[in-house]
């Protein structure tokens, strides 16, 4: 089994900053690549960051520049820090983790930016 925490959301006025938190445990020892997801009301579900175990990252177009993904591999963990918020990135944040073939979220956390 593998759990993904996630912490770290809450409401912030726009151009503040927040940073999430993400921990995976359980049985980790195929564990790859860590991302960020996001899914605002009435829309799909999309991708905001993706970084390898070797560090090399893929941010989303919407928030590069702003928005920046880290990991610690020694507690399994990814972080994922927002800067200049804007009402548009209100969401529910998830975590997700590639281990071999098969595929993990966490529960979300919500994000709300106010104007």
């Known amino acids: 089994q593998v759990q993904l925490v996630e912490s770290g959301g809450g409401l912030v006025q726009a151009g503040g900053s927040l940073r999430l938190s993400c921990a995976a445990s359980?049985?980790?020892?195929?564990?790859?690549?860590m991302g960020w997801y996001r899914q605002a009301p009435g829309k799909q579900r999309e991708l905001v960051a993706t970084?390898?175990?070797?560090?090399?990252?893929n941010i989303a177009n919407s928030v590069k520049g702003r928005f920046t993904i880290s990991r610690d591999n020694a507690n399994n963990t990814v972080y994922l820090r927002m800067s200049s918020l804007k009402p548009e990135d209100t969401a529910v944040y998830y975590c997700?983790?590639?281990?071999?073939?098969?595929?993990?979220w966490g529960q979300g956390t919500q994000v709300t930016v106010s104007s």
């Open positions: 997700n983790a590639y281990l071999g073939p098969h595929v993990y």
């Open positions: 359980g049985k980790l020892f195929l564990l790859n690549l």
């Open positions: 970084i390898t175990t070797g560090g090399s990252t």
